[in-house]
């Protein structure tokens, strides 16, 4: 199956075909720097991980930059605010983003360009839209003309008369056009600025990632990501000032776009007061049970964050954890029996299961279709196991499959570690040993070996009544043909 994602440009799905391949250029719109990194980030970078590890696992060479707004109106602010320097609160949030992103298991950009480090490059771009007719001054300022750009709103698709609903900042009277859209702004009183032909000021929000990503991948280049709420007007003002200056089009040939994260069904935003922040949600679920729940919806559909659907996903992904979990503790014994179910039994399903992943993925990176076919997989190897002894070539087979496709999701699997009655062991590390103190250790033991002298005298009853004895303790016990393997819930 040949790989199509949704262009927003054009509203349809498109097969993908990159500029010169094996190499993709990929942009994505980073953050600005002025507070702590939240969900909504988490969907967005989440989601163009997966797409560049998916590119990468299809042998693509993904060259993908990842912008910094490090000056900002809102960074102003919060300097202010916390009678900071500017500087100093951007490298914070920075930190923090990184160290959040680090945690999620997203991959860091090749590169992270920051406004602030080009800024002489964004001058001569306004010197060049100015020569060319697109641009004009005011008094300091200097405004793109959006009536000298013919294709103006083919991203959005909006009529003119309904563009100002997208509009970042209040309505300048002066300008010939309100919808023109600021490329310098005079500077203001205890603001930071530069020295331009126009005096001093600083960059306008959108002319930032024309002058970098062109610097970094060329004047034209594959994939442009970034949220539904960049369509209008940072990337439509992205290509119109980046067609006009260049006169190659497309400028972008695929614009991909992720979807909200909503709470109750409003989108999360800190304006509405309802964003969660990932340090926050870290103090309660694991990093990669987020992954996980991001991964459970198609990144162009909203998702509703609520603790019900982080519990959800904590439990399907506690489900994988306890399957690759279950192969490590089959590995590390040896079967009486000889095997009955050898990987060649099994060859044809494994690749048909790594198959429907495949498929999944190139339609449109569907990772929620993704995510079932490997539940699927799980399935079919536990069946597979309850009907007979698995030689350990297939054991490792079965394990190396689940945990290639998570890591193509990248998803970090974390095994349950199961634990034996002393006298079944054969080989537990020291460390799993060490996992629980000696004494509870023993104790649980000792009920496990009493609960399989009671199978083999068939006293059912007390058996089943040990096993709801554990359970109150958080212990589940799983019978298997390599002995009874206990863990905690």
């Not at 060479?61 to 300097?79: E, F, M, P």
């Not at 279950?326 to 048909?352: H, T």
């Not at 537990?428 to 009920?447: D, F, G, H």
């Amino acid at each position: 199956m040949t790989l199509k994602l949704y262009n927003t440009l054009s509203r349809q799905k498109e097969e993908f075909q990159p500029l010169a391949p094996p190499q993709v250029k990929m942009y994505v719109c980073g953050i600005t720097p002025y507070d702590e990194t939240h969900l909504g980030h988490a969907r967005a970078y989440v989601a163009f991980d997966v797409i560049r590890r998916y590119l990468e696992a299809s042998d693509y060479a993904v060259l993908y930059i990842q912008n910094i707004t490090d000056v900002d109106d809102k960074i102003i602010q919060k300097a202010k605010t916390k009678n900071q320097k500017i500087n100093a609160v951007a490298e914070e949030y920075i930190s923090s983003y990184l160290a959040v992103m680090d945690q999620l298991n997203v991959r860091r950009a090749d590169l992270y360009p920051r406004a602030t480090e080009h800024i002489p490059e964004m001058i001569e771009w306004i010197e060049g839209l100015l020569e060319k007719g697109n641009a004009y001054t005011l008094e300091g300022d200097v405004y793109f003309s959006v009536d000298k750009f013919y294709d103006y709103g083919k991203l959005s698709k909006r009529e003119n008369k309904d563009m100002q609903a997208g509009a970042r900042i209040a309505i300048d009277e002066r300008k010939k056009n309100a919808l023109d859209f600021a490329l310098w702004k005079k500077a203001k009183g205890g603001e930071p600025s530069w020295e331009s032909p126009w005096g001093p000021g600083r960059p306008g929000w959108h002319i930032e990632c024309s002058v970098m990503s062109s610097k970094y991948l060329g004047e034209q280049f594959d994939i442009h990501g970034g949220g539904l709420d960049l369509i209008f007007p940072h990337h439509e003002n992205e290509i119109a000032q980046t067609e006009a200056k260049t006169g190659k089009v497309p400028w972008v040939k695929y614009w991909v776009h992720n979807g909200f994260v909503t709470v109750n069904q409003q989108k999360m935003s800190k304006s509405l007061g309802n964003f969660f922040t990932l340090k926050d949600i870290f103090k309660k679920y694991d990093p990669m049970v987020v992954r996980f729940f991001l991964l459970s919806t198609h990144y162009r559909s909203p998702i509703n964050y609520s603790d019900q659907e982080l519990n959800n996903a904590k439990e399907a992904y506690g489900r994988i954890c306890k399957f690759v979990g279950g192969i490590n503790f089959m590995l590390e014994r040896s079967p009486e029996a000889a095997p009955n179910i050898e990987l060649e039994d099994l060859e044809e399903e494994i690749l048909e299961y790594k198959n429907r992943f495949a498929a999944a993925m190139d339609d449109d990176f569907n990772t929620a279709g993704a995510v079932a076919a490997i539940f699927e997989m799980i399935h079919f190897f536990n069946k597979a196991m309850d009907e007979g002894e698995v030689e350990r070539e297939c054991l490792e087979e079965m394990k190396k499959s689940v945990l290639d496709l998570c890591g193509i999701l990248g998803l970090e699997i974390k095994p349950v570690i199961y634990i034996m009655p002393e006298p079944a062991t054969h080989g537990v590390s020291s460390e799993n040993v060490e996992l629980i103190v000696k004494e509870e250790k023993e104790t649980i033991e000792e009920l496990v070996m009493e609960r399989e002298r009671a199978r083999k005298t068939k006293d059912f009853s007390r058996a089943d009544q040990i096993r709801d004895q554990l359970k109150e303790k958080g212990i589940i016990l799983e019978d298997t043909p390599y002995g009874t393997k206990w863990s905690r819930i």
